[in-house]
């Protein structure tokens, strides 16, 4: 799930040339929801042109084909991203 816009999520797929579908949420509504949203926690450098000071954490979810999570990374910082390793293991284990 990213704050871009569907065609960037597509390209990034068609990019990677992965099997995934990357679910876009330019307006952060489902982030909210689901609690990752880091609200005026950016760095004022980086605050600039209107943008936003929130910060949307790098949460990694896998959701099966029933629309399960069976998996959330949630790190404690938006400098910190999901281990590509651990996100692989993630997927081998749920099969």
């Not at 960037?8 to 609690?35: C, E, N, W, Y």
């Not at 099966?64 to 651990?86: G, K, L």
Request: net charge negative; glycine share 6%.
């Amino acid at each position: 799930m990213s704050v871009d816009p569907p065609g960037a999520s597509d390209a990034l797929q068609k990019r990677l040339g992965v099997p995934i579908t990357f679910l876009s949420d330019p307006d952060g509504k489902l982030m909210d929801a689901l609690h990752v949203r880091d609200r005026n926690s950016a760095p004022s450098s980086a605050v600039a042109d209107g943008r936003s000071a929130d910060l949307f954490m790098p949460t990694s979810f896998l959701v099966d084909e029933n629309q399960v999570i069976r998996w959330v990374y949630r790190p404690d910082t938006f400098r910190v991203r999901a281990p590509a390793q651990q996100v692989l293991a993630e997927i081998d284990r749920m099969g």
